[in-house]
């Protein structure tokens, strides 16, 4: 999957780095090590960074895990993200300065808030703190909608969003009672898959923000499943 996406796209690729689908941040030696195997195997693949995030059993940053983690990809010329797991820290203020004590490049967050717009005032303090040291990354129901006044009040460089469609299935037989799934709804007749209309248009009201915001650049990163 990952040589695939790297051979349909030739912009800035980040792999996620998570040792288990589901649970917590919190990590085993067995499971850190899976994480730093796959770093590894990540950089074979031609990425460009990886993203990861350890914690605590208080909630706050394991820096000594995210420290080995960060200093393998380092070494490998990777870039690195934080990712939401800063989001489950009980200070994020506190969890911003670890980051920047172990030197990560990035942090995605929501501002601790269930959405980027509801952590809008948090997200602004984060960039005026990490101002230089580290880059705040808004993710969380981020739609071109709401793009250019995050952009504006929060004086953001980068953006995430999954920018996200529903695909659904064209298979005519569904076997009554059976799913592969334990979801319910059984998700076996649909998923999500990257928009590139909304990936555009997020772009365009990034770009559009930041043109009004001195030294601010517009940018967007997009997750999906599939493109």
Same mark, same amino acid.
């Given at each position: 999957m990952i040589r695939a996406c790297r051979s349909a796209f030739s912009g800035q690729l980040m792999v996620m780095v998570r040792p288990r689908g589901g649970g917590d941040f919190v990590y085993s030696d067995a499971e850190v090590q899976v994480m730093l195997e796959d770093i590894r195997t990540a950089k074979a693949c031609g990425v460009d960074?990886?993203? &990861?995030?350890?914690? /605590?059993? *208080?909630?706050?940053? *394991?820096?000594t895990i995210t420290g080995r983690l960060?200093?393998?990809?380092? %070494?490998?010329?990777? *870039?690195?993200? &934080?990712? /939401?797991? &800063? *989001?489950m820290t009980p200070d994020p203020i506190a969890a911003l300065d670890s980051l920047m004590m172990l030197g990560l490049p990035r942090v995605l967050t929501s501002g601790g808030a269930p959405s980027a717009i509801e952590g809008a005032d948090t997200l602004a303090a984060l960039v005026r703190r990490g101002h230089g040291r580290i880059t705040v990354l808004a993710g969380g129901g981020v739609t071109p909608g709401?793009?250019?006044?995050?952009? /504006? /009040?929060?004086?953001?460089?980068?953006?995430?969003?999954?920018?996200?469609?529903? %695909? @659904?299935?064209?298979?005519?037989?569904? @076997?009554?009672?059976?799913s592969m799934v334990s979801a319910r709804p059984p998700q076996d007749w649909e998923w999500p898959v990257a928009d590139a209309l909304l990936v555009r248009r997020l772009v365009e009201a990034a770009a559009e923000a930041a043109a009004e915001e001195p030294g601010v650049s517009g940018g967007v990163t997009v997750a999906s499943r599939r493109e």
């Open positions: 960074g990886v993203v &990861f995030g350890a914690l /605590r059993p *208080d909630g706050t940053v *394991d820096a960060w200093g393998l990809a380092n %070494e490998l010329g990777l *870039d690195a993200t &934080f990712h /939401r797991a &800063f *989001d709401n793009t250019g006044e995050l952009v /504006r /009040r929060c004086g953001l460089q980068e953006l995430h969003s999954t920018a996200k469609r529903v %695909e @659904r299935s064209q298979v005519l037989y569904r @076997r009554p009672g059976m």
